[in-house]
């Protein structure tokens, strides 16, 4: 039976795979975004790229009603797409399959369970604005729960979180030219050989491969900063040891700190 077979089509899927991404997607179609043109009807054909999973845990199978359902815990590449995944398990198992939800449970190093994520935010979903075309992007309210986040504590969090996440701290104002000159390259995705002088530059005393921290830039024009996560990274593939960025942000000085005030926002 379907039921018995999905676990093993699931763990069927680890390995790299090369599968289109779904329509809905923003990947761009000659300068215009996919889910633009799915959503005027159209069916862009988009090439199948290069797509990863790495393990799958926690299967499980229900049959409530009529349907049938697959949870499940996947570890993905970078640029993969779940919905893709999704779709191939429907063709495997004869079935039409689509995702119903998902939920990201760590990115890098950062889980959901660890003390820098952010906790107690509620997101309540706003009515459409008079007007507003059918398929636009929903209206949601975030607000802060009051018994996780006195007044004021979210907002500053937010405006500087590099406290929170509890990792060194390497500031580049001031630095010479080798940090200068890493920091730009980092700033484009870049990676930098662990041995080179702007990788030393940017690293803190005694860092280790495998070791990850922040690199903070000097104020840029519009007075905003720049914040890095970066990563100590073995070598492979032929290529030494590197540091790696992760993730960045712009970040402005903060102003006076307000009490938390409920706003909307259209993601």
């Given amino acids: 039976a379907l039921r018995e077979r999905l676990p093993a089509l699931v ?43 790495f393990a799958v845990s926690e299967i499980r199978v229900a049959a409530p ?30 079935h039409p399959c689509r995702l119903d939800a998902l939920r990201r449970v760590q990115s890098g190093h950062l889980e959901v369970a660890d003390p820098a994520c952010v906790r107690g935010l509620c997101v309540d979903t706003l009515p459409p604005r008079e007007g507003q075309p059918a398929d636009a992007k929903p209206r949601v309210r975030v607000s802060a729960d009051p018994e996780r986040w006195p007044p004021g504590a979210l907002m500053a969090a937010l ?32 990676r930098l050989a662990l041995a080179s002088p702007e990788a030393r530059a940017l690293s803190p005393e005694g860092s280790e491969e495998g070791a990850a921290w922040l690199v903070r830039g000097p104020a840029e024009a519009d007075g905003a900063h720049r914040l890095i996560w ?33 706003g909307s926002s259209d993601p």
């Fill in 11 to 53: 763990e069927s899927m680890v390995g790299a795979q090369q599968l289109p991404p779904p329509a809905y997607s923003a990947i761009r179609v000659d300068g215009v975004r996919a889910h633009r043109l799915a959503r005027a009807g159209q069916a862009p054909e988009l090439e199948a790229r290069p797509m990863s999973l």
């Fill in 159 to 190: 405006r500087d979180p590099v406290p929170a996440t509890g990792a060194a701290l390497v500031e580049v104002a001031g630095a010479g030219e080798a940090a200068q000159a890493g920091l730009a390259r980092l700033a484009q995705g870049q």
């Fill in 65 to 94: 009603g009529e349907g049938m359902w697959v949870d499940a815990r996947l570890h993905l590449s970078k640029g993969s797409y779940v919905r893709s995944f999704a779709e191939w398990l429907g063709s495997l198992a004869g």
């Fill in 230 to 262: 970066v990563e100590a990274r073995a070598g492979q593939g032929g290529r030494g040891p590197s540091l790696a960025p992760v993730r960045q942000v712009r970040l402005w000085p903060p102003g006076p700190v307000e009490a938390e005030k409920s």
